[in-house]
Structures are given as structure tokens and as C-alpha cells.
């Protein structure tokens, strides 16, 4: 289907102007499939944005399938506004909330939620808390991890000043980035494992056995918390992505067959009713 992608900027869960890009079927190409749009919001990693490479690819190929989707930055990263340093897992939740309910107002309502690495981890925490007014039926997840503590020590180990002295820097992907106390806290404080079991939509893991920044044990983990729960309506999917890097990057090809399966996850289980 032929895309349309234009910038978009709403009101953050803490204060400050997000800023957005959607990636839509577009409306003028009438097909008769318009009401079977899947909406989707998709949430990028730690210290990363909307323009991420493996997001920007993957977002756009998706739109070409037939689904919109809202890509969108954090507090205090990419196009948003705000200070990075003060934001935490709790703000990135409330930033999650607030994109939903531009998306709701922009393109329909949201029926699945998508994330990448630590975006992961926010989509699975508010898809295990989610209210029952949603109409969220998919979560698909690149590389997440299966809690928010581990962020927290390995933050803490490399520059042990953060915790000492409440505020240090580690340099991730080339870029020095400024840490407060206040986010390792908050992020020991989340316990995402006991959100995870109250997952009741579809939910699609893609995770790499090579990944070096998050283990595959988290996928193994994800897999096991929602399979086990006690009532879930729903088998988890897992797919291996066979010697792909963290940021997807390696390979090309891995970012097509990544847009393909989840395209194909989400018409079958997140088209609207």
C-alpha cells in the first residue's frame, strides 16, 4: 500500500510537547480495507528515538502493510522537549499513556503496542496494567528485557559517581549521557515480572540468541511469566533472530523479516472488531 508519514507533536505524560511521526496507509487509496487498520504505537529504547534506524524501516514497512503507526520520543530525547536525566521508568510510562491518547485522537483506537529493548519493557508494563476500556489486543517486543533492574546496576557499574554523588555519565552509542540517582531508583523500585503475568493480549517476542546488551534468557523469561499465568488467554510467540545485533543493524534483511512477521501477527490478531 502506498505510505504516508508526517510529523506529528502532542502533550507528554510529564509536562512537555512530545514530538511524533506517523506512518499510515494512505487514506486517499481507497480499498475497502480501511476499517481493518491495525493502530499501533511504537515505543524506542533506552536513550534512543523515533529515528532510529531499525524504528524508522520497520514502521514504514508496516504502514505498507496496511497499518498506522505512531513512532514517537521520550521526555527528553529526539524532537521532545524536557531533561533527560530527570526522566525514569515511571516517566516513560506516562509518556506511553499520553502518545495512546493522541493516537486514539489521531487515528483510531490503539490496538497494539510495540517496543524496542527498554520501550519493550514499558509496552509489556502498560499492557499488563491495562485498563479495560482499551481496545489493545497485540504487544510485539524487539529485544526487551524482562525487568527494569538490571538497567539500574549496569548504570551503577559503569560510573559508580551516579549512586556516590546522585548524578553521573555514561557514554551509550557514541553519546554522553548525563544520570541521576533518581532514575536508578525508580527503576529498582518497578517490578516488571509481576506485570508481565497480566498480559492478556496477543503477545509476540523477536529476540536474537547473540544479543549482547540483553540476554535471550529475558525473551525465555517473558515467554515463561505469560505462558504460566494462571487464566492467560493467550500462548506467547517467540521468534529468534539468528545472529542479529541489538540495534538490528547488521542486516538489512533482518529488518524486513521483522516487518513482515509482525505485519502478519498484527492482522490476524489486532485488526479492529
Known amino acids: 500500500m502506498v505510505r504516508k508519514s508526517y510529523r506529528v507533536n502532542f502533550p507528554g505524560g510529564n509536562g512537555y510537547r512530545l514530538a511524533g511521526i506517523v506512518d499510515r496507509p494512505d487514506p486517499n487509496q481507497r480499498d475497502g480495507r480501511e476499517q481493518q487498520t491495525p493502530i499501533v504505537v511504537f515505543s524506542h529504547c533506552f536513550t534512543c528515538n523515533k529515528d532510529l534506524k531499525a524504528i524508522v524501516r520497520i514502521s514504514r514497512a508496516l504502514s505498507e ?15 521532545s522537549d524536557g531533561d533527560f536525566s530527570k526522566t525514569n521508568f515511571t516517566t516513560n510510562q506516562a509518556d506511553l499513556s499520553a502518545a495512546i491518547r493522541f493516537a486514539e485522537i489521531e487515528l483510531g483506537p490503539v490496538t497494539s503496542l510495540m517496543g524496542h529493548s527498554f520501550g519493550g519493557a514499558v509496552s509489556l508494563a502498560h499492557a499488563g496494567q491495562a485498563p479495560a476500556t482499551e481496545e489493545l489486543k497485540a504487544v510485539i517486543t524487539l529485544a526487551a ?46 517490578d516488571l515480572p509481576s506485570l508481565i503475568p497480566g498480559i492478556s493480549a496477543a503477545t509476540l517476542l523477536f529476540h536474537s540468541p547473540q544479543d549482547e546488551t540483553v540476554n535471550f534468557d529475558h525473551a525465555l523469561r517473558i515467554m515463561g511469566l505469560i505462558q504460566n499465568s494462571p487464566g492467560s488467554p493467550q500462548i506467547p510467540s517467540l521468534i529468534a533472530l539468528p545472529n542479529a545485533d541489538h540495534l538490528l543493524i547488521k542486516a538489512p534483511e533482518d529488518l524486513k523479516f521483522v516487518a513482515d512477521a509482525a505485519a502478519a501477527f498484527l492482522h490476524r490478531y489486532a485488526s479492529p472488531s
Open 65 to 79: 502493510h496496511g497499518i498506522a503507526v505512531l513512532r514517537y520520543d521520550m521526555t527528553g530525547l529526539g524532537g
Open 145 to 190: 528485557p524482562s525487568d527494569t533492574k538490571h538497567l539500574a546496576e549496569l548504570l551503577s557499574q559503569r560510573d559508580p559517581e551516579i549512586e556516590k554523588l546522585g548524578r553521573g555519565s555514561v557514554t551509550i552509542g557514541g553519546v554522553r549521557w548525563e544520570i541521576e540517582k533518581q532514575m536508578l531508583a525508580d527503576f529498582r523500585a518497578h
